[in-house]
């Protein structure tokens, strides 16, 4: 069975600083790895993926996230945090391909304060 | 391309009351998620279809909700009677096919308060 611990509901920031956001992942099948991002009152839109190959994938607004096996991890990254950013960010993980529907984590909420 | 439509946006309701929320996926697209999304938690599949037919539907809670896609293309989620902890938004998403399943298009969902 798959699953994803989001540590941390919230995530508070200042503009300019330094995005992390931790994603930890439980499979029993090499996984596929995903960033969703929900803006309020919208639904989740695609940030970033990984299936196969370089395990530091970019995304769109740059973020960026790396995948590290040893540390079933794929943390979300941005160098410089924007006003725009503030969201609601969702780590998921698919086992073994592309038929499988993915788990989501419970969402980190990142603030960005002026 | 138009995306995932979903209608209301917004719902308010009492216990014991009906409720049904519409969702027109991305056009070509064959597959179809139900989500449900309960306040602080991550989204929850309800049920998929494939085309016209069922693929998933084992976290459906059958005694109270269900769902169509009579044509493959629009769909219908209803609860019916609605309880309180049927409060949440309803997300709808659409893949191509269900070998994309991990890459979904979600809708902006439907906000539903039981009272």
């Known amino acids: 069975a798959q699953s994803v611990t989001q540590l941390g509901s919230h995530v508070s920031v200042s503009e300019g600083a330094l995005v992390l956001l931790r994603c930890n992942y439980s499979?029993?099948?090499?996984?596929?790895l995903f960033w969703y991002v929900q803006y309020p009152n919208q639904g989740l839109q695609l940030l970033l993926k990984?299936?196969?190959?370089?395990?530091l994938v970019k995304g769109i607004n740059g973020f960026e996230a790396e995948f590290k096996k040893s540390e079933t991890s794929f943390h979300l990254t941005k160098p410089s945090a924007h006003m725009s950013d503030a969201a609601e960010y969702f780590c998921a993980v698919s086992e073994g391909g592309g038929s499988y529907i993915p788990t989501f984590g419970r969402g980190t909420s990142l603030i960005v304060h002026p | 391309e138009a995306g995932v439509a979903q209608s209301p946006r917004y719902k308010i309701i009492e216990k014991r009351q009906s409720v049904a929320f519409w969702c027109n996926p991305i056009?070509?697209?064959?597959?179809l998620y139900w989500y449900q999304q309960i306040l602080g938690q991550g989204p929850k599949l309800l049920i998929q279809f494939q085309n016209n037919g069922v693929v998933d539907d084992s976290q459906l809670p059958k005694d109270r909700f269900s769902a169509e896609r009579l044509k493959g293309v629009d769909s219908t989620l209803k609860i019916q009677p609605a309880k309180l902890e049927d409060s949440a938004v309803y997300l709808c998403?659409?893949?191509?096919?269900?070998?994309?399943?991990?890459?979904?298009?979600f809708g902006p969902g439907t906000r539903l308060t039981v009272t």
């Open positions: 056009s070509g697209h064959a597959t």
């Open positions: 499979s029993s099948v090499p996984p596929y």
């Open positions: 998403a659409s893949t191509p096919s269900p070998m994309s399943s991990y890459e979904q298009y």
């Open positions: 990984y299936t196969t190959g370089a395990t």
